[in-house]
């Protein structure tokens, strides 16, 4: 039985159970829309022009910052635009992105050689090739893999990487399914990593509800370096300080970082990801997504190519006559999305469907407390929804309102069924604008004192300056007349001398 856990998590029934966990490969999109910025800081540059043919696995898009990932055509086609288009974001704006007409052929660029002998291989030679493969955490999260690797496993400073094998949400087993199908390419995959980052060990933490993943991984792991644990399935497991917590009982402090422990965590698609970039020389071009729901009646695991776009999955997942709400990502903390017509990310591991139910009424906060006691990072859900309520957000704040990760398990819980976890999403961005608003207005602040400063300083020196220049001009008067007078004397007693000899 497991005992590794972590305080407070709830356990939601998981509704789209199926017999078998397996994975369909799709058939090739017509095309696909490849967004610039997989983060919103990141926007890459088109290296390619509207009507250029490309290979798949080719570089479309690059972008000089160490810290971006490139981007690569995931099939071969031709390029037929570069706009603005809409992508699964909270935002529902459009961003910049590439669209390629597949031409059937799914022509691949020239592969690199298979690398089986990776530990003659120095790390940084290795970080690079993950960077150019395009490999960003496909748990959700996004950030480039090199980076979290590169940070630590440079600097001799990594002890030990956690592999993430749980699912984070009920309904989601696309890390289950690969788990099962691919066990041998995750094992491979970590010992890349430990030989990366040097670490000490390696342990790959998977739900006790996914036995069947746990038995497929044992029976490639010959690296003593290499554990597993089974931990209690319960939601949220899934996040990295959770995690941590429940597996080496450290608490990763506010505002803290794994990698600040020596730690890195993967997920498990992105350790697959890893092998695929460094043993078989791959860019990162499709993912295993899970489509699931009470909308769709055949909940399953789909291989597709990224930028295929959402309904290219679901309408294989037999969806059903009604009217369905699109949610990327897990059922509590995904990303609702009002249109099909979106493109698959590297950071889409499930698409919800859901039949459109009525909403509950909203009622008065009955303080029962439920909601401060599943709090996983233990918060005090009840206070900070008052005082978030009250757009009192530096109360909020002496209430830890930032460590709140919007896991959702007050608002799952709370009988009034207040959505607490909007009212915290809204509190935190409320409270980063009026830090933002009074870093501002400190600067306006600082920027006018100065200007002040400047302006009676420049009147001093300014006065200061004519004081002394209106003295120097007296002063040369005095001289200049005290000269005339000597010369006038001078010349008085010239002309007394003439008359004197003239008499
Ligand atoms: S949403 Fe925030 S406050 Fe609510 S349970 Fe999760 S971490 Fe705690
Ligand atoms: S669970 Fe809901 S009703 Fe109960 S204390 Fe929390 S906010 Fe109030």
């Not at 430990?194 to 342990?203: D, K, N």
């Amino acid at each position: 039985m497991p005992t590794k856990s972590y305080n407070g998590g709830i356990v939601v029934p998981n509704l789209y159970r199926v017999e078998s966990v397996g994975i369909i490969t799709v058939s090739l999109p017509n095309k696909v829309v490849l967004p610039l910025n997989e983060r919103v800081t990141d926007k890459a540059v088109p290296c390619v022009s509207v009507g250029e043919r490309v290979l798949t696995g080719q570089v479309i898009a690059t972008n000089k910052d160490y810290d971006s990932v490139p981007i690569h055509a995931t099939i071969s086609g031709q390029v037929t635009a570069i706009d603005d288009q809409l992508i699964a974001h909270k935002s529902g704006l459009k961003t910049r992105c590439i669209t390629i007409q597949s031409d059937g052929k799914d022509e691949w660029i020239e592969q690199q050689d298979t690398i089986d002998n990776y530990l003659n291989l120095a790390p940084s030679v290795l970080i690079n090739k993950i960077r150019q493969a395009g490999i960003v955490g496909m748990g959700g999260a996004g950030f480039p893999a090199h980076l979290k690797l590169g940070l630590l496993g440079l600097s001799n400073l990594c002890k030990t990487i956690i592999v993430n094998g749980t699912e984070c949400e009920p309904g989601i087993m696309c890390d289950d399914a690969l788990m099962q199908n691919y066990p041998e390419k995750i094992i491979s995959g970590v010992e890349v990593m430990l030989h990366i980052s040097g670490a000490e060990r390696a342990i790959i933490a998977i739900e006790n509800d996914k036995i069947d993943a746990h038995n497929a991984l044992l029976q490639y792991i010959s690296d003593e370096r290499i554990s597993t644990e089974l931990i209690p399935t319960k939601y949220t497991s899934g996040s990295e300080k959770l995690l941590i917590k429940a597996l080496l009982n450290k608490e990763i402090p506010s505002g803290g970082f794994a990698i600040d422990e020596g730690i890195v965590c993967q997920n498990v698609s992105t350790v697959s990801a890893i092998y695929d970039a460094v043993v078989d020389g791959k860019p990162l071009v499709s993912r295993i997504v899970t489509v699931t729901g009470s909308g769709v009646s055949s909940p399953d695991n789909y291989d597709v190519r990224l930028g295929s776009y959402f309904e290219h999955i679901v309408s294989l997942a037999k969806p059903s006559n009604e009217k369905h709400s699109i949610r990327m990502g897990g059922m509590m903390m995904g990303t609702d999305v009002a249109t099909m017509s979106v493109p698959i990310s590297k950071i889409c591991n499930c698409i919800f469907v859901n039949n459109v139910a009525p909403k509950y009424d909203v009622k008065e906060c009955i303080r029962c407390g439920s909601c401060n006691q599943v709090c996983p990072v233990d918060l005090l859900p009840q206070q900070l929804y008052w005082y978030s309520k009250s757009e009192n957000t530096e109360k909020a704040s002496d209430y830890n309102l930032l460590d709140c990760i919007e896991c959702g398990c007050c608002s799952y819980v709370c009988p009034s069924h207040i959505p607490l976890v909007d009212y915290f999403s809204f509190a935190k961005a409320l409270h980063r604008k009026n830090i933002e608003d009074k870093r501002r207005t400190d600067a306006a602040r600082e920027r006018f004192e100065y200007r002040e400063f400047r302006l009676e300083r420049n009147n001093k020196e300014r006065t200061e300056m004519m004081e002394a220049k209106k003295k120097a001009i007296k002063e040369k008067m005095a001289n200049e007349k005290g000269q005339k007078d000597k010369i006038a004397a001078a010349m008085d007693r010239v002309n007394k001398n003439k008359e004197d000899n003239a008499q």
